[in-house]
């Protein structure tokens, strides 16, 4: 059994988690949510067969499908400026599907909110923690 063991390589320590700001953390949840609510919507565009004349109405479930994988998606990329701006692009997204369904127009001001609230609240969270940390250099408050 000695000999099992000793051939495995040595373990090695777990590589420390990626510190996430609140903005990250907030904006995250918003957009998994929304994620849902997105993909369901696909489904009322499909049912109420609200697609301009022309498009056929199975459209809507892969326009909300999409929608809900780039929620999803955006969701992992906030870490960077860039996402937080992918994120703004679809909340624009969703607003505008209001203009097919009155009904998206409100879930768009709703999200469109939480989202707003989740960037520009966590920001000034990362900012605030950011700038205690760089105040409390010594350690134990000693």
Not at 10 to 18: L, M
Not at 104 to 117: D, E, K, N, Q
Request: glycine fraction near 12%; avoid cysteine.
């Amino acid at each position: 059994m000695d000999r099992v063991t000793a051939d495995a390589p040595a373990a090695t320590a777990p590589r420390p988690r990626r510190r996430r700001g609140a903005a990250e953390s907030l904006g995250s949840i918003v957009l998994v949510f929304e994620s849902v609510i997105a993909f369901l919507g696909g489904l009322v565009l499909y049912g109420l067969k609200a697609l301009p004349a022309g498009i056929e109405p199975w459209w809507g479930i892969v326009a909300g499908t999409i929608v809900a994988l780039l929620m999803l998606a955006v969701s992992g990329l906030l870490r960077y400026p860039w996402g937080i701006a992918l994120g703004w692009a679809l909340q624009v997204v969703v607003l505008l599907g209001g203009i097919l369904v009155p009904a998206l127009a409100i879930v768009g001001l709703v999200f469109g909110g939480m989202w707003a609230y989740a960037t520009i609240k966590g920001a000034s969270l990362d900012r605030r923690n950011a700038l205690l940390a760089a105040e409390s250099d010594i350690p134990n408050g000693d």
